[in-house]
């Protein structure tokens, strides 16, 4: 009976530790970025690539994003909503031709290059069959693999207004907002 009570008491502590420190971690500024693309079949696929504030001072370079779209992917339309950051965005038609036309395969490499190291968080939302969340390190890339399919809707993160687009049709880069 003596070792179940000591047990339970530091179950207890340890859960008054974790729940005590919530809401610190919660107050906590976030900095993303977080470019949309919008495909000539209707679909709409948000990345996000964030990190705490603390660190805004330290990127180094626009928040890069390199996503590769099948080859037959047709128009894609990027759209930048405000950001404090520049985001590159590079779309690369080399990726396998799309067969089916309900769903295809995405993948996107995001990174946040900075002179400091710390942790970063990537994302994916839309008309994707599952959201993703991943996390890394300040320069060097997340990977994220996505099916993209018109059937399925994964709610965007909160994104401020658009204030720039760019539409491409074959491999290109662009910097934006």
């Known amino acids: 009976m003596g070792i179940s009570r000591i047990l339970s008491g530091i179950v207890v502590a340890i859960a008054i530790v974790l729940l005590s420190s919530a809401p610190a971690l919660a107050g906590r500024q976030w900095c993303a970025t977080d470019p949309i ?21 330290s990127v180094t370079g626009p928040v890069s994003y390199w996503i590769e779209v099948p080859q037959n992917a047709g128009r894609v339309k990027v759209s930048f909503p405000v950001s404090a950051l520049p985001e590159q965005v590079t779309i690369s038609y080399t990726g396998e031709e799309r067969v089916d036309q309900q769903a295809f395969t995405v993948r996107a490499y995001v990174t946040v290059t900075a002179s400091a190291k710390f942790t970063t968080y990537a994302s994916v939302r839309g008309n994707v ?19 993209v399919d018109r059937t399925v809707w994964q709610p965007l993160e909160d994104a401020p207004p658009i204030v720039s687009t760019k539409t491409f049709t074959r491999t290109a880069t662009t910097v934006g907002p």
Request: zero cysteines.
């Open 37 to 57: 693309l919008d495909f000539s079949d209707g679909t709409r696929v948000q990345w996000a690539a964030k990190f705490y504030n603390d660190y805004t001072g």
């Open 129 to 147: 069959r599952t959201a993703l969340d991943a996390s890394g390190t300040s320069n060097d890339r997340i990977k994220l693999v996505s099916v």
